[in-house]
């Protein structure tokens, strides 16, 4: 097996990153959408999983991560065919003003006491353009750094997006505590995030026409056949690469064992945790959690390019799988609230490691005019893959959320993604 290192990636710092006018506007547009990210889906699992005037069981908790997760793996296919078509400044500025609007709908949703299918189909709609806004933003990137300095590019990028998205959800909480826990109080939290959406859209707009690709187009004139062909495009592009096809396999075990972890975590929780001192249960708790998780991402934004410098992104990429399992099996099944945000800490960093060295590969070797679509795919199969996991396990996990069982299975299912990986690279070397 020979290992993927990339020493030339080394050599540029977050600082040099930030030099950069095109990289930093591309930043800070994704620093305002993931903020805004951020505020909705803390605003939204307040209104629906941590409400006192609503209900939440293990299927209505699988039900909101389907809306988190499904709506981009349905449109996704055929958006990616659109990056790979349409001028991505533009398709940033517009899709972050049209996500404004479905969040001023949604939210206003809450606050009249909408649940179900109403509620949900607002919530799709807001997700579903938010990962089209993320999309671009990936497929974009290569246009506005050196080819050589992706990892570290993607590492910055990714790694400070998902923090401010982090401090996103803590503005929700606070927002909450201002106007209520209620249906009028998490309209109103949730509501705040559409001034994200138009910074956001206001930063993108700054780019020049044409400045984020695509450079070329090897699509058929006819729009709606290239938009069909979405999906088999995206496929064949990821197939063609077998390090991307082989990140394929390791991301898929990941996102199945993280939706596996994730559900007993937020049912722990509700029902079963209380209160530990400074450790919190409830809502609260759930901060406390993605602060853990911000902190896992900040660690792996750091660590990942050295780590792929120096050992290569073969074994890092098994490392990470190795040290999830660990942590699930050893930290996960004790099932205290130490243990299981320490559990989400270290699971957290090796997943972003995962995605990262996935990210960088996607870039680096797929074409720029077929990579909106392999991103796309990309979005498509692990959002289902967790979808289908979370949904397996709301079926049989007790209410309490204590299940050893599916602890096991997705410690397992980590080591099988590890096997698989093996078995894609060799094949393909």
Known sequence: MTASAEPAAKKIGPRA??????????????FAAQWSDGVFRAGLAGAVLFNPERGADPL?????????????????PFAGALLDRWDRRRVLVLA???????????SAAVGFGLAGTELFV???LVEGISRFVGSGMSASLPHVVPRHTLVTANAVATTLGSIVSVIGGGCAIALRALFGTGNSGSAWATSFAVLGTIVAAVVAARFARGSLGPDAVDEPDDAFVAVARGLADGGRAALAAPTVTAGFVALFAHRASYGISLLLTVLLLRYSFTDLGLLKAGLPGLGQLAVGAAAGILLAGFCTPRLVSRFGRHRVVLASLLLAAVSQAGLGLPMLLPTTLLAAFLITAAGQVLKLCVDSAVQR??????RGRVFALYDTLFNITQVVAVSIAAAVVPLDGRSPALLLVATAVYLLGGVGYLLAIRRNS
């Open 17 to 30: 990153f930030l030099a950069m006018p095109g990289f930093r506007r591309l930043l800070f547009s994704r």
């Open 96 to 106: 972050n003003l049209l996500r404004g609007l479905a969040i001023v709908l949604a």
């Open 365 to 370: 070797d797929v074409g720029d005019e077929a």
């Open 60 to 76: 209505t908790i699988a039900g909101g991560f389907a809306v988190l997760l499904l709506p981009y793996s349905v449109i996704g």
């Open 122 to 124: 607002l919530a799709l």
